[in-house]
């Protein structure tokens, strides 16, 4: 819900941007002349083409967040997170719904496309060939990574810290939290938000890399496709879910391309059998770790902070040390 | 000890489908006192402490005042706020933590509880060292320091009692509602724990109000006794009045 959000709010937004920038007609964002205009537009203005696009996730990450915000009163009613998936399948099928048949959001069924990289330009400076489209996506996909691993480092440092504490014990034993002076909601509302306003960024990632924010790529796979990530690595565990998400996303291209590999080898083959057999595999998997492992592949991980390192935690059976501020600090425990 | 209320509940109930478990309950604990609350199984107490710290809602109709301020429409963590901390009668750690992780959790406003600050180590980490050492400290008082590295999994039921204690205490309450503190616990740490207690009391000026069964250790230590019987207060007294009187027994034999 929130990616799709994201995605869409994305386009959206750099659709009605850039031809405002570069003091073009704005028009019907829809049209196919928008379109090519959008994109003879990002290939002359390199500036306009990058700020367009970095305005586009920021609003992203606001629209997530709104939306997140928005979502954590329904699911501050839920106990158990497995209807919290639910309330979230259930909104992103409603959010799919809506868009599909509602032109004036994303242009509909139809989506919105010509959404270029915000590294489109630079193939004017490449020789013609294939590197004029590959350069471009190549230096866009790096970025993604780098994002990527910003929010990896941010979750990581989040977790390891007392906010990462105030999280586990809201989440294990509400009433024993509040016993504390803790505001559970307030904690979950947070939460809520800022994985959203991840989501949301994730969205228009997304749609600025395939070039078109279109509602069927917001099917309810998608969630189940993230939760199948989550359950997979272990979703106490920020490695677990990065684990989690390489291994399905590369079942999903891997099925993707060899799909179309063994079509153009064998052409008797079905490659739908191949490229959609991965959500029979993703089911297979979900279902084999909900029966046999519900806590995924690795273990929750511990919340290190000094409380952790400093009297010799985490070591069996440690001998209490009646100095504590003289023993050493164990160097930094944070990770990522 | 003052004459002074820091609690005042007038008139609350709570039922459960048809089972009324605390029928219109008033009492008044006394600022800085040792109040037991004592009755059978199933007479209500521990619904009654949720009650008073916000765990269950009560039925529409009565008050409770804490400290001077109307508390019963307040959420739980807001009461806890205030200064009303509690323990539970099944203890109730957080697991996957040591014991003193789990007292780290008690401190509020830590700089490092906000999710923007997080992230920055430096920002929190002298505050964090400074709540391990009071946590510390505060096991140590406790008797339980030679747990803190261990998982909350790892100790027993007693320690389990100690260390909820130690969590309650760390933000220094006006006001402690004690579940049971001593079941489960080896009778010469009962009586340790009572002496805790009393300590915590005299050096601070913390009010304590006691759910206990053992009544030989309790009445050595308290101002005054309520005795509860089917959802109601029927007595209250001194615990040397309170001990000669028949209704007690009669309220425990379940006439
Ligand atoms: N959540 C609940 N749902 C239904 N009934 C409950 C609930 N909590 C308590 N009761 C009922 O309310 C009555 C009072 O229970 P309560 O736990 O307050 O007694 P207690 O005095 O603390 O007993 P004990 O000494 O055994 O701890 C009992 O009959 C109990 O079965
Ligand atoms: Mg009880």
């Given at each position: 819900m929130f990616f799709g959000l994201g995605g869409v709010v994305g386009a959206t937004v750099a659709a009605d941007?850039?031809?405002?920038?570069?003091?073009?007609?704005?028009?019907?964002?829809?049209?196919?002349?928008?379109?090519?205009?959008?994109?003879?537009?990002?290939?002359?203005?390199?500036?306009?083409?990058?700020?367009?696009?970095?305005?586009?996730?920021?609003?992203?990450?606001?629209?997530?967040?709104?939306?997140?915000?928005?979502?954590?009163?329904?699911?501050?009613?839920?106990?158990?997170?497995?209807?919290?998936?639910m309330i979230l399948l259930v909104g992103g099928e409603t959010f799919r719904i809506v868009v599909t048949n509602t032109p004036e959001i994303g242009c509909g069924f139809n989506g919105l496309d010509g959404i270029t990289t915000p590294f489109y330009w630079l193939s004017n400076y490449l020789p013609s060939g294939p590197l004029q489209a590959e350069v471009p996506t190549g230096l866009y996909a790096a970025v993604i990574v780098l994002l990527a691993i910003g929010c990896f480092v941010f979750a990581q440092k989040i977790c390891n810290s007392p906010y990462g504490r105030l999280l586990k014990s809201v989440r294990d034993d509400k009433v024993a939290a509040e016993a504390l002076a803790k505001d559970v909601s307030r904690v979950r509302k947070q939460i809520m938000v800022i994985g959203s306003i991840m989501a949301?960024?994730?969205?228009?990632?997304?749609?600025?890399?395939?070039?078109?924010?279109?509602?069927?790529?917001y099917?309810?796979?998608?969630?189940?496709?993230?939760?199948?990530?989550?359950?997979?690595?272990?979703?106490?565990?920020?490695?677990?879910?990065l684990l989690g998400a390489f291994v399905i996303t590369m079942l999903d291209r891997g099925s993707l391309v060899s799909g179309i590999a063994l079509e153009s080898y064998f052409p008797t083959l079905n490659s739908n059998l191949i490229v959609y057999g991965r959500y029979m595999v993703e089911a297979v998997i979900l279902l084999l770790l909900l029966v046999f492992r519900r806590k995924g592949l690795l273990p929750e991980t511990r919340v290190k902070t000094k409380a952790y390192t400093l009297f010799d935690f985490g070591k069996k059976n440690a001998k209490p040390s009646s100095q504590p501020a003289e023993v050493p600090p164990k160097g930094d425990a944070t990770t990522g | 000890m003052t004459d002074e209320p820091i609690l005042l509940v007038n008139g609350i109930s709570k039922s459960f489908g048809g089972v009324k478990a605390v029928e219109g309950v008033s009492l008044s604990v006394k600022k800085g006192s040792i109040t037991g609350l004592i009755g059978p199984n199933g007479s209500g107490k521990s619904t009654l402490f949720n009650l008073i710290s916000g765990a269950e809602k009560k039925n529409p109709g009565g008050s409770i005042e804490f400290d001077g301020k109307q508390i019963d429409a307040l959420p739980p963590h807001k009461r806890s706020e205030l200064g009303m901390g509690r323990t539970f009668q099944t203890p109730r750690l957080f697991p996957g933590m040591t014991v003193l992780e789990n007292t780290m959790v008690a401190p509020r406003g830590q700089?490092?509880?906000?999710?923007?600050?997080?992230?920055?180590?430096?920002?929190?980490?002298?505050?964090?060292?400074?709540?391990?050492?009071?946590?510390?400290?505060?096991?140590?008082?406790?008797?339980?320091?030679?747990?803190?590295?261990?998982?909350?999994?790892?100790?027993?039921?007693?320690?389990?009692?100690?260390a909820q204690l130690s969590n309650a205490l760390m933000e220094d309450p006006k006001m402690l509602l004690l579940d049971e503190p001593t079941a489960g616990v080896a009778p010469r740490l009962?009586?340790?724990?009572?002496?805790?207690i009393t300590n915590e009391r005299h050096e601070r000026g913390?009010?304590?109000?006691?759910?206990?069964?053992?009544?030989?250790?309790?009445?050595?230590?308290v101002d005054t006794v309520f005795v509860m019987h089917q959802g109601r207060i029927i007595m209250e007294d001194k615990p040397e009045a309170i001990v000669k009187d028949k209704r007690l027994a009669e309220a425990y034999l379940g006439i």
């Open positions: 941007l850039l031809p405002l920038f570069s003091g073009a007609a704005v028009g019907n964002i829809c049209d196919i002349s928008s379109r090519l205009s959008r994109e003879s537009i990002a290939l002359a203005y390199p500036a306009i083409s990058v700020s367009v696009w970095v305005i586009a996730l920021a609003f992203a990450m606001l629209a997530g967040g709104i939306m997140g915000l928005v979502a954590s009163y329904p699911a501050l009613r839920v106990k158990e997170e497995w209807f919290l998936s949301g960024l994730a969205g228009a990632l997304y749609v600025y890399y395939i070039g078109v924010a279109t509602p069927e790529d099917i309810p796979a998608l969630t189940f496709g993230i939760w199948v990530m989550m359950i997979l690595g272990g979703y106490a565990n920020n490695r677990g879910l | 700089k490092g509880e906000r999710p923007f600050v997080a992230p920055l180590r430096r920002r929190w980490e002298g505050q964090e060292v400074e709540l391990a050492k009071k946590a510390k400290e505060q096991m140590t008082r406790l008797e339980i320091d030679k747990l803190y590295g261990k998982l909350t999994s790892e100790i027993s039921g007693g320690q389990m009692k100690l009962a009586q340790d724990i009572f002496q805790s913390t009010t304590f109000f006691i759910i206990e069964h053992r009544l030989e250790v309790l009445f050595k230590h």
